[in-house]
């Protein structure tokens, strides 16, 4: 967690920006989360530890750190974004229509295909994004 600090602070110098303690404590309580983070589940979070924390500060931390390249947005047509770390190697997404379970995978096979497909249609891609949506194993199962 220390590096991802440091490099928000280093972003926040460069382009001259304050650093403040709650803008500190809503990106060290985003670096510890795992997976994928809601605004509201974060803000709840911030708000235990500090009470004057409020959520205008945990959205505008969480697009700095969007901008930063820090961190990623996600909406997963459920209209409420999602946010996770800068992930270090691609990858895709399942996801439970039922009970939200989100699954996060890496395949080599797909991402070739992906580019064949993109060099047959000579098309040049900048990035992709994959979510594919079904049922997880445990609701299947008890459907």
Request: net charge positive.
């Amino acid at each position: 967690m220390e590096t991802w600090l440091k490099r928000f602070e280093k972003y926040l110098n460069d382009k001259g920006l304050r650093h403040s303690r709650p803008r500190n404590l809503v990106a060290q309580e985003f670096f510890r989360s795992d997976g994928h983070v809601g605004i509201e589940s974060l803000y709840k979070r911030v708000h235990r530890i500090n009470p004057k924390v409020g959520i205008a500060t945990v959205y505008r931390t969480l697009n700095l750190l969007v901008e930063s390249d820090l961190a990623v947005k996600r909406d997963f047509l459920t209209g409420v974004p999602t946010y996770e770390r800068m992930p270090e190697v691609h990858h895709d997404h399942l996801l439970c229509t039922q009970c939200g379970d989100i699954i996060e995978f890496h395949q080599d096979q797909i991402e070739k295909l992906q580019d064949l497909v993109a060099k047959k249609y000579r098309f040049h891609l900048d990035f992709h994004k994959m979510e594919l949506y079904g049922r997880c194993h445990k609701c299947f199962r008890n459907s």
